[in-house]
């Protein structure tokens, strides 16, 4: 089976077309073909972040050149593929609506069948695609967008164990770069300095580390580095990096003490000396955060998976996957499916009164 796949809903322009092979008795491989990705970085950055409506426009300028070349990268024609898989949220709707319709315009007039994808189902079942990861398995899923913790049952059987009260940890990592000075994005430039930096030379705060359940919340350790910020007045680079480092400390803690109640929770539900900690989403890149989950995965008897790097921020691949693993249960969707800024991933089936 082999599927292309559209990302845009965020400031990734991105396509893929990735194969999928059935190996008898549950067995499966994924192979990515290719893997095009144009980051907006460029346009966004006079602006500090993401401005949407230059994000849309960027998608319909790049996406067809960025499909044509997927397919070349691959060697194939649209004859070879057996359907065409798109991002239809959650994300900014203005981007979501360009990749959608691409999607349904190349669908139609190709006949093939298209698979409405959730861009959070993307980066759930990349594991399965980079490490072949059976089911269930834990999922922690880190981005701009959202902190969640998850047991993924199967396709599209999601229970969700804790999720963020307020930010996400990307979001968090994105302003505190911004506070810093350290441009955009933020969560790269946070991590460069902060191996520079002493982390314990400011004290900064561990927000529902301790508590009952694994729900996260990390706007109090923002306005936290902001104070500290403040309090410093002119920052040098050593002063940067030390509160880089604090920053990047404190998340650390928190998601290794959330992801360490979450497998607690999740284990009478895993199989026994199978049990698996997924980490996937933009902030599972960041070597740092890597690091210290793998010591509290191998602490709580799981083994830790995190997918490469550039298989963790948004591409196409991840979409073209899910749309592969969705197709292989005849999962497809009809042109008419609208695309959705909001769909959370545990909502169960879709309708779209929800
Ligand atoms: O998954 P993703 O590419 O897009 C969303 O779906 O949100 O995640 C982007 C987020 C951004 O907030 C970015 O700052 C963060 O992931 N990020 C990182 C790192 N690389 C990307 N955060 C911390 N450390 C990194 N190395
Ligand atoms: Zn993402």
Aim: proline share 5%; with cysteine.
């Amino acid at each position: 089976m082999t599927l292309l796949g559209i990302e845009t809903s965020c400031d990734e322009t991105a396509a893929a077309v990735v194969r999928r092979h059935d190996e008898g008795d549950g067995a499966f491989r994924g192979d990515i073909l290719s893997n095009v990705v144009f980051s907006q970085i460029r346009e966004h950055a006079p602006y500090g972040g993401v401005v949407p409506e230059i994000a849309a426009r960027a998608h319909v300028e790049h996406l067809d050149g960025l499909i044509a070349r997927a397919l070349d990268d691959a060697k194939l024609g649209w004859e070879d593929l057996d359907g065409i898989a798109a991002t239809a949220g959650p994300g900014l709707i203005g981007g979501v609506i360009v990749g959608l319709m691409t999607a349904k315009g190349i669908a139609f007039a190709r006949n093939l069948p298209l698979v409405a994808v959730n861009h959070l189902e993307g980066h759930a079942l990349t594991a399965r695609l980079t490490n072949r990861v059976p089911f269930p398995y834990l999922l922690l899923l880190v981005s701009g967008g959202h902190s969640q913790l998850l047991v993924v049952e199967g396709v599209g059987a999601y229970r969700r164990l804790g999720t963020t009260v307020d930010d996400a940890v990307g979001e968090a990592f994105d302003k505190v770069a911004k506070m810093l000075g350290l441009g955009f994005p933020g969560g790269p430039a946070v991590e460069k300095v902060a191996r520079e930096g002493n982390a314990a030379r400011f004290a900064l705060p561990r927000p529902l580390m301790g508590r009952a359940g694994c729900d996260f919340s990390f706007s109090g350790l923002k306005t936290a580095v902001r104070q500290l910020a403040e309090a410093q007045g002119d920052l040098d680079s050593q002063a940067r990096a030390d509160i880089a480092a604090a920053f990047q400390q404190a998340v650390a803690d928190v998601l290794a003490d959330r992801a360490s109640h979450a497998m607690r929770m999740a284990a009478p539900s895993m199989p026994l000396k199978a049990r698996r900690l997924v980490v996937a989403g933009g902030v599972a890149s960041n070597l740092a955060l890597r690091e210290r989950l793998e010591a509290t995965a191998g602490a709580e008897g799981y083994e830790l998976v995190v997918p490469p790097a550039r298989l963790c921020t948004d591409n196409g691949a991840m979409i073209a996957w899910a749309g592969a693993e969705r197709f292989a249960l005849g999962l497809t969707d009809p042109l008419d499916t609208g695309p959705r800024a909001r769909w959370p991933l545990d909502a169960g089936p879709r309708t779209d009164a929800a």
